[in-house]
């Protein structure tokens, strides 16, 4: 990162509720004794579109596509749902929790960021869109099997769901005790203005 790029991604920013229910499922899977780089719970958000180091000069235009994206989205609530691993749970690189009420709509407001971004020269992503919330990536083999067996076996309680009304462009400042998160734009949906 030069002075004049910032490392930036769009995420849909979850409620404090939401990421301390979050923060007791990986509490659960720590007892696997894995090796396991952990997401602090204040820094877990639905990535959208990761950006990477990004010229300051087009920040401005980045905050228009978003809101050109979420222009007629309605508000809606997502339900964060079950643990998941990729590659797969028998191999956990990244461990994952995932979205089953609101996956259509996440996916729409990726797809229409890509459209939009790529009109500034931001390269669209290859892989199709996986509407996740990355909580841990493995650092060593060390207890992979016991933590791909709590993985396998973990069955949710209480849904977890929460309300959706925005998007996030968001600066990644990365430091020796982990990356630190700024909130540089919001892009309210079209319809959840006062």
């Known amino acids: 990162m030069t ?8 995420a849909i920013e979850l409620d404090p509720s939401v990421r301390e229910a979050i923060g007791i499922i990986q509490d659960h899977l720590r007892k696997s ?13 639905l990535t959208l579109k990761f950006l990477g180091d990004t010229p300051t000069d087009i920040v401005d235009k980045i905050a228009n596509a978003m809101q050109e994206s979420v222009q007629s989205v309605k508000k809606f ?13 028998s191999s956990p690189r990244i461990i ?20 939009k971004l790529e009109t500034l020269g931001i390269k669209k992503e290859e892989r199709e869109f996986s509407a996740h919330i990355t909580v841990g990536r493995t650092r060593s083999p060390q207890n992979i099997f016991a933590l791909s067996k709590i993985l396998k076996e973990f069955k ?7 309300e959706v009304s925005h998007i996030t462009l968001i600066k990644s400042t990365l430091t020796a005790q982990g990356p630190v998160y700024e909130v540089l734009r919001r892009a309210d949906f079209g319809n959840s203005r006062a």
């Open 156 to 162: 949710s309680t209480a849904p977890i769901t929460q």
């Open 77 to 89: 609530l997502i339900e964060i749902t079950g643990l998941g691993a990729f590659p797969k749970i």
């Open 33 to 45: 004794g894995a090796d396991v780089k952990w997401v602090k719970p204040d820094d877990i958000h």
């Open 96 to 115: 994952w929790v995932g979205i089953e009420n609101g996956r259509k709509e996440v996916k729409q407001i990726a797809a229409s960021l890509e459209e």
């Open 3 to 10: 002075s004049n790029t910032l490392r930036l991604f769009i």
